[in-house]
């Protein structure tokens, strides 16, 4: 890959982002059209009825993509300024996917407080939210104390990675035959991506079994170093209340997803895993075992979060299309009902399904489309 291109091409154009105006001014009498006198009658109908916002201004179709840059890609900490170029791609791929306009907004703080104040503050310009790389556990605070802001929120590194996880175990299941409700599920990773995937596959996937594991092994009753997070997590996980370490979560489970580090299981680990193995090993760069290696162990599915690989699981699934649904829709939260439906629509984008082919391709704009359209026949 020449990243070496994409320096020049950034600094050459100034960032990715430009703002265009959707009015020509070649006249006195277009001045007059999109600004004084006549705006004052716009602004004067949106005083009486603030919703009315959503039909005459930039609220009908603009997202802020917000981040404190505490948790950029597999960057970590690298603060607001080096967080824009990341901000800035995710605004163009909205744009490109499902025609939502967006607009980059890193902040130059990292108290949870401030953020949500702030967000509360920005929102009567925005029809939406999406919180973006902002570290664990305070997204979860910060997510939840702006759910009732008018407009949606929804931090994608929770939910759109969760949304695209459950369609590919729904296909998955189709290709192996196996029912997912008698599977057993090892989740590695406990951060925000790990957390909103566990607590979206027990509520709508209800397997027989889910076991949590983070950097000291599997999640049980038995941990004396769990945070309140976590500890919330045992009351859908673990019913047997196993210990132990990765390797001993694995031993007789039908899925694994890695949303943690790279390198951190074998073929070995694989062996011990119930036949049809699926193995969804999204650690970036590095995933947690290389696509060779856990076919080598028996898997049959393996699916990664790198495109040069078969079976890239990726949010980009997920996020253009449920804005623009929500856009459309004039939607106020981004619901479980919601989130489900997404899914549902990213699978069925694949007419057939195979163990190299369970997700749709992130820059088929159809998959935008069906996604936005589940969302708005939701809230008729």
């Known amino acids: ?5 994409s320096l020049y091409l950034h600094k050459k154009s100034g960032g990715k982002l430009e703002i265009k105006s959707k009015f020509e001014i070649k006249s006195k009498e277009d001045l007059s059209m999109a600004y004084t006198p006549c705006v004052a009658e716009i602004s004067s109908l949106i005083a009486k009825d603030k919703k009315l916002a959503s039909d005459y201004t930039i609220k009908k179709n603009t997202i802020a993509v917000v981040s404190d840059g505490s948790a950029v890609l597999g960057l970590g900490d690298i603060g607001a300024e080096a967080a824009i170029p990341v901000m800035e791609g995710k605004a163009i791929l909205f744009k490109e996917l499902a025609n939502v306009d967006a607009f980059p907004i890193c902040l130059a703080t ?6 949500i104040q702030t967000v509360k503050n920005i929102a009567p310009v925005f029809g939406g939210i999406n919180l973006e790389d902002i570290s664990a556990p305070k997204c979860f605070y910060i997510e939840k104390q702006l759910q009732n802001i008018g407009i949606p929120v929804m931090h994608d590194d929770q939910h759109g990675t969760a949304i695209v996880v459950i369609a590919a175990l729904l296909n998955s299941a189709k290709i192996i035959k196996k029912d997912l409700c008698s599977m057993k599920i090892v989740i590695v990773g406990a951060g925000a991506a790990g957390t909103a995937i566990t607590k979206m596959i027990a509520l709508e996937l209800n397997p027989k079994d889910i076991l949590v594991c983070d950097s000291k092994g599997i999640i049980s009753k038995e941990r004396k170093d769990l945070n309140p997070m976590k500890k919330k997590l045992l009351e859908i996980t673990n019913k047997n209340n196993t210990k132990g370490k990765i390797e001993d979560a694995l031993l007789d489970a039908d899925v694994f997803i890695g949303v ?29 075992i290389m696509p060779d290696e856990a076919k080598r162990g028996g898997a049959s599915i393996v699916g990664t979060g790198r495109s040069d690989f078969p079976n890239q699981i990726n949010n980009v699934l997920a996020f253009p299309g449920i804005f623009r649904g929500l856009l459309d829709s004039k939607a106020t939260k981004v619901t479980d009902e919601i989130k489900i439906e997404a899914a549902r629509a990213i699978a069925n984008c694949v007419l057939n399904p195979t163990v190299n082919n ?16 589940s969302i708005k026949h939701l809230r008729k």
Do not use: H, W, Y
Not at 1 to 5: D, V
Not at 361 to 368: A, C, E, Q, Y
């Open 1 to 5: 890959m020449n990243c070496k291109r």
């Open 110 to 115: 990292q108290d949870p407080e401030e953020i």
């Open 260 to 288: 943690s580090k790279g390198g951190l299981i074998n073929t070995q680990m694989i062996k011990t895993m119930n036949s049809d193995a699926i193995i969804f090993a999204m650690a970036n760069p590095i995933p947690e």
């Open 358 to 373: 369970i997700l749709p391709n992130p820059l088929d704009k159809k998959v935008s489309k069906a996604i936005a359209k």
